[in-house]
């Protein structure tokens, strides 16, 4: 089975940095995803990652570390439109998602 | 602008109704998923296709729930009979490759069964 923990709630100020941690327990893990969910609407794709390290996009970066069972979401340079949830799914080698709960970010100016 | 799109976007029906939910997804993309999301329970993978075929439903009630894709360009999501704890926007998503590592959500349906 899969278990995947996140922070509830985060809160931040426009401009500055934030790190949103997930942990994991996967079994036949493949790599995790990050997705972004305004309220109200769909979740929209943010990243993915299978192997170690750091993946950059833009204001968004991912890591994972497989070995540690951890993954962080690094918000940069952080608009009011950023507030959102941010939802870190693990995938297994099967093709099967299990979601976390989400963290919710506030974005105060 | 490939999208998943998804009907009804709402529906409110009675205790005991079936209701049954549409996605059309992307042209091409080979791998289907139905996710239930409620506050309580959050995002929960309800079952999911590949190439038409269900690969996982374990995480759907089997004795009212019941996952098709009868063509590449429809799946379908059947409750009979809707209860009350049923009530939830349910979304549809699909993607391409055996990991479908990005999936493409709908727009979701917004069911409320009373």
């Known amino acids: 089975g899969q278990n995947i923990d996140q922070p509830t709630e985060m809160t931040a100020t426009e401009g500055a940095i934030v790190q949103i941690n997930c942990t994991y327990q996967t079994s036949g893990f493949n790599g995790l995803f990050w997705y972004q969910q305004h309220a109200g609407e769909a979740p929209t794709f943010l990243s993915y990652?299978?192997?170690?390290g750091l993946e950059e996009k833009g204001r968004f970066s991912s890591f994972l570390s497989r070995s540690k069972g951890y993954s962080y979401l690094l918000l940069k340079e952080l608009q009011m439109k950023d507030s959102a949830s941010y939802l870190c799914a693990g995938l297994t080698n099967a093709g099967k998602s299990t979601f976390g709960d989400g963290t919710t970010l506030t974005v105060k100016p | 602008d490939a999208r998943v799109t998804q009907t009804p976007r709402h529906k409110v029906t009675e205790m005991g109704q079936e209701v049954t939910m549409r996605c059309q997804p992307i042209?091409?993309?080979?791998?289907v998923f139905w996710y239930r999301q409620t506050m309580m329970q959050g995002l929960e993978l309800l079952a999911y296709?590949?190439?038409?075929?269900?690969?996982?439903d374990s995480g759907m009630p089997k004795d009212r729930f019941s996952a098709e894709m009868p063509d590449a360009t429809l799946a379908t999501l059947k409750i009979q009979p809707s209860e009350p704890r049923d009530s939830a926007v349910y979304f549809c998503?699909?993607?391409?490759?055996?990991?479908?590592?990005?999936?493409?959500f709908g727009p979701g349906t917004r069911l409320t069964v009373t």
């Open positions: 296709f590949r190439n038409r075929a269900p690969l996982d």
């Open positions: 042209l091409g993309h080979n791998t």
């Open positions: 990652n299978v192997l170690d």
């Open positions: 998503a699909s993607g391409s490759g055996t990991g479908a590592y990005e999936q493409y």
